[in-house]
């Protein structure tokens, strides 16, 4: 163990001599290093952000209500092509109240490149929020609704609360920044003598800093691994309105082909968005044109016509 250290200490110090020898004879080639370091200390300090929320319930091993959220982190590496698995970092479970009702919350982040794109494409989106369940399913041995909505709040608990949990350190700024300095370069130096692809520095976390029930602070998952093919069924959205034409509810009819049971649906309804999921072949998820009274929607199936009626009355005006 000894001998190791004193091998990675006479590294340091080639490493830092060759710096010098740099900065002699090409100054330029020197700065452009050094500013590129530093570039990439920033972006390895730099604490993740929330990005939005998801609600959803934890089936086993106790049911609870669960929120998931999923933040961006410039730490966590972008894949190199659309073909490549995508590398996320799941925090731990914490369980919180408010008054006498318990959930958990779970923190998810993605590089902040991979949920901007998501942002424009809602496939995409729907495939992130999938694989974020199945990665929270797979570490803690959870078994989830897949019956979610995205909260109106961008992060349920504080940010500070959610930092801590992913990064996985207690101490302050100062602290943080000289303990990423010394990991980057240790790790550059055994990096340069080693082609192991674990000693990869893209994962800088210390070592006593990550937790021991996995391995590594990021799972990779390949899209393929969770794409069920579930159909996006034909349907129909039409706003019911009365004799003075006032709107008075949201009435949605969704054709469902080879599902002669209502047992096999999955409906969730929130104020303005809908859900509904059929036995892993069809998936349809609509942001309403006006806030539904969740209360007084009902939801019928015709058997005969192998379709699904909703119908959901609109919140009606405070006077």
């Given amino acids: 163990m000894e001998s190791s250290s004193n091998g990675l200490l006479t590294q340091v110090t080639q490493f830092w001599n060759l710096l010098d020898d740099l900065a002699e004879s090409n100054p330029e080639s020197y700065k452009s290093f050094i500013q590129q370091q530093l570039k990439e200390g920033k972006q390895l300090c730099a604490a993740p952000e929330p990005q939005l929320c998801l609600q959803t319930r934890i089936l086993k091993p106790k049911e609870k209500t669960l929120f998931i959220n999923l933040c961006q982190w410039k730490r966590i590496p972008a894949p190199q092509s659309t073909t490549d698995p995508v590398p996320l970092s799941v925090g731990r479970p914490e369980d919180m109240s408010e008054t006498s009702d318990v959930y958990t919350v779970i923190d998810v982040a993605y590089n902040p490149d991979v949920l901007q794109a998501a942002e424009k494409d809602q496939v995409k989106k729907d495939q992130l929020i999938h694989m974020a369940m199945k990665c929270i399913e797979e570490q803690l041995q959870f078994t ?17 609360r959610m930092k801590q949990n992913l990064m996985g350190i207690q101490t302050g700024p100062t602290d943080l920044r000289e303990k990423m300095r010394k990991e980057l370069t240790l790790e550059q130096m055994s990096s340069s003598t080693l082609s192991n692809s674990d000693h990869s520095p893209q994962l800088l976390l210390p ?4 937790s021991s029930k996995k391995g590594c602070l990021i799972e990779e998952i390949s899209s393929t691994e969770i794409q069920v093919e579930m159909k996006r069924p034909a349907y129909e959205l039409k706003m019911v309105a009365d004799e003075n034409e006032k709107p008075l509810k949201i009435e ?8 002669n049971s209502v047992s096999l649906c999955d409906l969730s309804v ?8 059929v036995s892993e072949k069809y998936r349809l998820h609509l942001n309403l044109p006006e806030s539904v009274n969740t209360e007084m929607t009902t939801a019928k199936f015709i058997k005969e016509k192998a379709t699904l009626i909703v119908t959901m009355p609109l919140v009606k005006e405070k006077r």
């Fill in 144 to 160: 989830l609704s897949h019956i979610y909505h995205i909260t109106k709040f961008k992060i349920k608990g504080s940010i500070q």
């Fill in 207 to 210: 070592k006593d800093q990550v």
């Fill in 252 to 259: 949605l009819k969704v054709e469902l082909p080879g599902i």
């Fill in 270 to 277: 929130s104020e303005d968005d809908l859900l509904i999921e």
